[in-house]
Structure formats: structure tokens, C-alpha cells
Nanobody, 125 residues
Framework: QVQLVESGGGLVQAGGSLRLSCAASGGTFSSYAMGWFRQAPGKEREFVAAINWSGGRTYYIDSVKGRFTISRVNAKNTVYLQMNSLKREDTAVYYC??????????????????WGQGTQVTVSS
């Protein structure tokens, strides 16, 4: 299994931006679809975005479309989540995850095999 380490979280004002990074090791990064999830206090872990092995396909939940962008650089074994126009409701722990399965048009937590430890994102008003 691939090991994943997220970074880039922090405190930001509403309307601001953050870029999360997720570095992978111990596997063939380019063979995995990658995803970002988030979990707010007292809530279930929620799928946010996914990207296929080449970066040519992406998928987002409606609430982040037009604000968040998932991307990857396979040469660096890294996936990113650029978050713009942040809202208070984006506050959560953000996790990256790896899926060793073909691309699909909808994703859930059970589709992913490896997880990072999470990075906190806090959006203040």
C-alpha cells in the first residue's frame, strides 16, 4: 500500500485560499486514482474531489465546484487541492486517499485503500 502525508492546512479568513499537498511513497503513484475527503466535527467523512492516474479526469462534489481544483504531478508523487473562495463550511480535517481501481463517475470512502493522517483547515469569518 502507498503511504500518504498531507500538508498545507491552516487558518484562513473566509474568501481566502489554501493549497493542500499530499506526498505519496511506497507504491507506484501513477497507478492510483487519488481523492480528497474532509471531515467536520460531528460529521461523517465526506468525499470532496478525485483525479485519475494521468490527471486527465477529475470529479468534484457540487459544493466545491468552481472553487477547488485537484491536480497531480506524478514525477513528484504528489496530489494537490487548491482551495479558493473558502467558506466557513469548508472547515474540516482534510484527508487524501489512494484508490487502486479504475476511474469511476462517483466515489465513496470504500473505494479508497490508503489514507493520510489528515490536515486541519479552519476558515474564520
Amino acid at each position: 500500500q502507498v503511504q500518504l502525508v498531507e500538508s498545507g492546512g491552516g487558518l484562513v479568513q473566509a474568501g481566502g485560499s489554501l493549497r493542500l499537498s499530499c506526498a505519496a511513497s511506497g507504491g507506484t503513484f501513477s497507478s492510483y486514482a487519488m481523492g480528497w475527503f474532509r471531515q467536520a466535527p460531528g460529521k461523517e467523512r465526506e468525499f470532496v474531489a478525485a483525479i485519475n492516474w494521468s490527471g486527465g479526469r477529475t470529479y468534484y462534489i457540487d459544493s466545491v465546484k468552481g472553487r477547488f481544483t485537484i491536480s497531480r504531478v506524478n514525477a513528484k508523487n504528489t496530489v494537490y487541492l487548491q482551495m479558493n473562495s473558502l467558506k466557513r463550511e469548508d472547515t474540516a480535517v482534510y484527508y487524501c486517499a489512494a484508490a487502486g481501481r479504475p476511474w469511476r463517475t462517483s466515489w465513496s470512502r470504500r473505494d479508497f485503500d490508503s489514507w493520510g493522517q489528515g490536515t486541519q483547515v479552519t476558515v474564520s469569518s
